[in-house]
């Protein structure tokens, strides 16, 4: 048994509407279940999802559009200097990008200012905007924020400034009173889509003052779109794909360096191009240093400028990377130490001296990791103050119930999922005490088991080469339309091995019922000490097509795998247990020791888990309920490991079986030897085993065991006595079989017991114990010793 990371939850589909739109599309169940899922569950809205040709919603649509447009232009033409303020993260850049190009197409006198995220925190502030003024800034349009900066908007009337607002982020119940407010979710908004990025709300703007699509600006909008984890249905879904094309033939030199830096191939840019290339590098600027490099670089006409501000982006990721794992490593600390998860519904962590640039990428880590909704603080002590971020798990609206404690954060904003907040120091331990006794109210204990929810359950036989072409139809995805996870139940392992420099991925080829797919599951080496070859797995993971050499093939990339039936793991022959103990999993792990005398032999740290089983009745009340059970030396009888299994449900068993001495290669003693031995006897009378056992020995070429054997047989049936090594024989003795010794009984007892247990092959043993575990054993009556034999 293996255990998966998260629970799986497989969507089940309207087969009816299935059906239907597979038939009407002629497209493949499968697809078509996908789309069915997504809520594209009639013919026509799938049809016009995948083949149609969606148009942009009218930009005037948007509140303060009007008002907004007449007052740039009124800029533009009086030359007026226009200040565009954004954000540090990729949507903030690639908004503010997307206006700078727009309004220097369009002759403006323009500049673009993002605050510094250590000195100044997020949003508009005071001091910024009192500086711009000063520099003779009459207009300011903020891009990706702004809708919480009511004193801010407050401070630019009072200056004379005219203030326009364009964002996404959750309004409050108080807006700010600025010229416009260009925001798809305000409470009276009319604008069909509510789930514009911080730079497609910039798009629109844009839309507006060119007076047509800027369809040159769809490559930069992308970023946004898909870094802010925006739903990619409606103008998201427009923006994605016309974007993803577009940065294919990109001429924008900045985004040219970036590529050929990190090796990208443009013909195989998608959307994770964006997550995984483009959006950490730009946010890893304004998480150490000042976004405005981020910007210059998309806005750089200079090759040779370009390539030397992409290599400082590079450069400064890595640093980033290094930074994180550190932070990381400290917060777990301090959740362990200070804030254990089973006292804590919400973890609210802090410590001076972390980036502050950083803190949200500690802070998704540790969701992964406890699966709590998290915050992480980085303390200035000198003016008393955290900076916080904070992700959330479903169920915890993070922004909701941050809104409940607004009178102790001065500044916030953010998602249902995500938010970024200061505060006093002196404030954190009573945020943290409000939101646990809210996250109380609200979260029941499932609410803390991790989900994955699965599109689909697939056959291998129906994974081929024309399936995944057309999953690639839904692209691109992202958030409401994800990349298709689908589950593979229960299939054999033709191979499975390690991969990587550090041997930390799992390479995996599974088979059933004549077709094959190969897996890989990148950070998932460790699984392949805890799957036994013989199991059947079950994987979840995302389909693809693996291209090399010019041949394309299926392929799983593997998320998570799990067993669902016992384990048996073959350490038969093994010299050290100390080995073997260090690939068992510490959790309910059982060794269990049929003779007492090996337990001095244990390494002092496994004696915990040690268990003598030396009676039957000791096996028969032992729980093996999904314990990770290790068999350290050999039975004494197949009983005392029948009742030890019998109807019992372990998770693993470890045949490790140490005896010192095997009675199946040792001399076993036929009728013949028998009849000689009694024959010797006769006609010796009385001797001293002590004194002659070694001249029978050298004479038959027997061993020592075998005479000793012979004689406690003979003693068992009477044939002799025994006293103090002189052996007798009893001329009155009554005729007997061999068979009715017990010290027989148990020889040929031990023989089939190794020859089950010890020389049998790996599957031949997984059976005999499938058969005991079960308790579907046959058995049937031994004719030479009367003892009962499983097979």
């Known amino acids: 048994m293996l255990k998966s990371k998260t629970r799986w939850i497989v969507r089940?589909?309207?087969?009816?509407?299935?059906?239907?739109?597979?038939?009407?599309?002629?497209?493949?169940?499968?697809?078509?279940?996908?789309?069915?899922?997504?809520?594209?569950?009639?013919?026509?809205?799938?049809?016009?999802?995948?083949?149609?040709?969606?148009?942009?919603?009218?930009?005037?649509?948007?509140?303060?559009?009007?008002?907004?447009?007449?007052?740039?232009?009124?800029?533009?033409?009086?030359?007026?200097?226009?200040?565009?303020?954004g954000d540090y993260d990729a949507d903030g850049v690639s908004s503010t990008t997307v206006l700078m190009i727009t309004l220097r197409d369009l002759g403006a006198n323009v500049q673009f200012y993002i605050p510094n995220r250590f000195t100044e925190g997020?949003?508009?502030?005071?001091?910024?905007?009192?500086?711009?003024?000063?520099?003779?800034?009459?207009?300011?349009?903020?891009?990706d924020t702004g809708i919480s900066a009511i004193h801010e908007a407050n401070i630019a009337k009072e200056l004379g400034l005219d203030l326009i607002i364009t964002d996404h982020h959750e309004p409050g119940p108080i807006l700010p009173e600025a010229l416009a407010i260009i925001h798809p979710k305000l409470p009276d908004s009319v604008y069909p889509f509510r789930e514009l990025a911080g730079v497609g709300v910039a798009f629109k703007l844009a839309?507006?003052?060119?007076?047509?699509?800027?369809?040159?600006?769809?490559?930069?909008?992308?970023?946004?779109?898909?870094?802010?984890?925006?739903?990619?249905?409606?103008?998201?879904?427009?923006?994605?794909?016309?974007?993803?094309?577009?940065?294919?033939?990109?001429?924008?030199?900045?985004?040219?360096?970036?590529?050929?830096?990190?090796?990208?191939?443009?013909?195989?840019?998608?959307?994770?191009?964006?997550?995984?290339?483009?959006?950490?590098?730009?946010?890893?600027?304004?998480?150490?240093?000042?976004?405005?490099?981020?910007?210059?670089?998309?806005?750089?006409?200079?090759?040779?400028?370009?390539?030397?501000?992409?290599?400082?982006?590079?450069?400064?990721?890595?640093?980033?990377?290094?930074?994180?794992?550190?932070?990381?490593?400290?917060?777990?600390?301090?959740?362990?130490k200070n804030y254990p998860i089973d006292s804590n519904h919400v973890l609210v962590i802090g410590k001076e001296g972390w980036n502050a640039g950083v803190i949200g990428i500690v802070a998704s880590r540790l969701v992964e990791k406890y699966y709590r909704p998290t915050i992480v603080l980085s303390f200035d002590k000198e003016k008393g103050l955290a900076k916080g971020s904070a992700r959330s798990i479903s169920g915890f609206d993070l922004f909701?119930?941050?809104?409940?404690?607004?009178?102790?954060?001065?500044?916030?904003?953010?998602?249902?999922?995500?938010?970024?907040?200061?505060?006093?120091?002196?404030?954190?331990?009573?945020?943290?005490?409000?939101?646990?006794?809210?996250?109380?109210?609200?979260?029941?204990?499932?609410?803390f088991i991790p989900v994955t929810y699965l599109d689909h359950e697939v056959r291998l036989e129906d994974i081929n080469l024309s399936t995944l072409d057309e999953l690639n139809l839904l692209s691109p995805f992202g958030m409401d339309n994800p990349k298709p996870k689908v589950l593979i139940n229960e299939v054999a392992i033709s191979t499975m091995r390690k991969i990587g420099s550090d041997q930390n991925h799992l390479k995996v080829l599974v088979n059933e019922n004549g077709a094959n797919l190969d897996g890989v599951g990148f950070?998932?080496?460790?699984?392949?000490?805890?799957?036994?070859?013989?199991?059947?797995?079950?994987?979840?993971?995302?389909?693809?097509?693996?291209?090399?050499?010019?041949?394309?093939?299926?392929?799983?990339?593997?998320?998570?795998?799990?067993?669902?039936?016992?384990?048996?793991?073959?350490?038969?022959?093994?010299?050290?247990?100390s080995h073997l103990a260090g690939s068992v999993p510490k959790e309910n792990r059982k060794f269990i020791l049929f003779k007492k005398e090996l337990y001095e032999k244990i390494d002092s740290e496994l004696i915990e888990d040690v268990v003598i089983i030396d009676h039957s009745e000791a096996a028969k009340d032992l729980d093996l309920t999904e314990t990770n059970t290790v068999l350290v030396d050999f039975p004494t009888s197949k009983?005392?490991?029948?009742?030890?299994?019998?109807?019992?449900?372990?998770?693993?068993?470890?045949?490790?079986?140490?005896?010192?001495?095997?009675?199946?290669?040792?001399?076993?003693?036929?009728?013949?030897?028998?009849?000689?031995?009694?024959?010797?006897?006769?006609?010796?009378?009385?001797?001293?085993?002590?004194?002659?056992?070694?001249?029978?020995?050298?004479?038959?070429?027997?061993?020592?065991?075998?005479?000793?054997?012979?004689?406690?047989?003979?003693?068992?049936?009477?044939?002799?006595?025994?006293?103090?090594?002189?052996?007798?024989?009893?001329?009155?003795?009554?005729?007997?079989?061999?068979?009715?010794?017990?010290?027989?009984?148990?020889?040929?007892?031990?023989?089939?017991?190794?020859?089950?247990?010890?020389?049998?092959?790996?599957?031949?043993?997984k059976d005999w114990f499938d058969q005991v575990i079960h308790e579907s054993v046959e058995t049937e009556e031994e004719k030479t010793n009367g003892f009962k034999t499983i097979y």
């Not at 794909?241 to 900045?254: A, F, R």
């Open 12 to 85: 089940e589909s309207d087969q009816a509407k299935t059906k239907e739109i597979a038939a009407e599309l002629k497209i493949t169940p499968l697809v078509a279940s996908l789309l069915v899922n997504r809520g594209l569950d009639t013919v026509d809205s799938a049809r016009f999802f995948l083949f149609g040709k969606e148009q942009f919603h009218d930009p005037y649509l948007l509140k303060g559009m009007d008002l907004a447009v007449k007052r740039i232009n009124e800029a533009i033409e009086k030359q007026e200097p226009i200040l565009i303020f």
């Open 122 to 143: 997020y949003g508009p502030n005071e001091n910024a905007f009192r500086h711009a003024a000063e520099n003779g800034i009459r207009l300011i349009i903020t891009v």
């Open 207 to 336: 839309h507006a003052l060119y007076g047509r699509l800027p369809e040159h600006l769809f490559e930069i909008a992308v970023i946004g779109t898909i870094a802010d984890l925006v739903s990619l249905k409606d103008e998201n879904r427009l923006i994605a794909k016309k974007g993803l094309e577009n940065l294919k033939m990109t001429n924008n030199i900045g985004l040219k360096a970036i590529f050929t830096l990190a090796g990208v191939d443009n013909k195989s840019i998608n959307e994770e191009t964006i997550g995984f290339t483009l959006a950490p590098r730009i946010n890893a600027v304004g998480r150490l240093e000042n976004a405005d490099l981020a910007v210059e670089l998309l806005l750089s006409q200079d090759p040779e400028e370009a390539r030397s501000l992409a290599e400082e982006m590079d450069s400064l990721n890595k640093s980033r990377q290094s930074i994180v794992n550190t932070i990381t490593a400290e917060a777990i600390e301090e959740v362990e």
């Open 400 to 447: 909701k119930n941050l809104s409940t404690c607004r009178e102790i954060l001065p500044h916030f904003g953010g998602h249902p999922m995500a938010a970024g907040m200061t505060l006093t120091i002196d404030d954190v331990a009573e945020l943290r005490s409000r939101l646990n006794s809210l996250a109380k109210e609200q979260l029941s204990d499932a609410d």
């Open 523 to 577: 950070g998932l080496g460790t699984l392949v000490d805890h799957i036994s070859p013989s199991s059947k797995i079950s994987l979840i993971g995302e389909l693809s097509i693996n291209e090399w050499n010019n041949i394309r093939k299926p392929q799983i990339f593997v998320q998570d795998i799990a067993v669902n039936s016992w384990q048996l793991f073959d350490h038969r022959g093994g010299k050290r247990l």
């Open 639 to 765: 009983e005392i490991l029948f009742d030890l299994f019998r109807g019992k449900q372990p998770a693993r068993i470890y045949a490790y079986l140490y005896k010192q001495s095997s009675d199946f290669l040792s001399t076993i003693p036929t009728r013949d030897h028998f009849k000689w031995f009694y024959a010797f006897l006769l006609k010796k009378g009385p001797i001293d085993l002590r004194r002659y056992g070694d001249e029978i020995v050298k004479h038959r070429g027997w061993s020592q065991e075998t005479v000793t054997f012979m004689a406690k047989v003979f003693s068992d049936l009477e044939f002799v006595t025994i006293t103090n090594g002189f052996i007798t024989l009893n001329k009155q003795a009554q005729k007997r079989d061999l068979t009715d010794s017990i010290t027989y009984q148990t020889k040929q007892a031990q023989l089939l017991l190794e020859k089950d247990l010890l020389f049998s092959s790996f599957q031949q043993l």
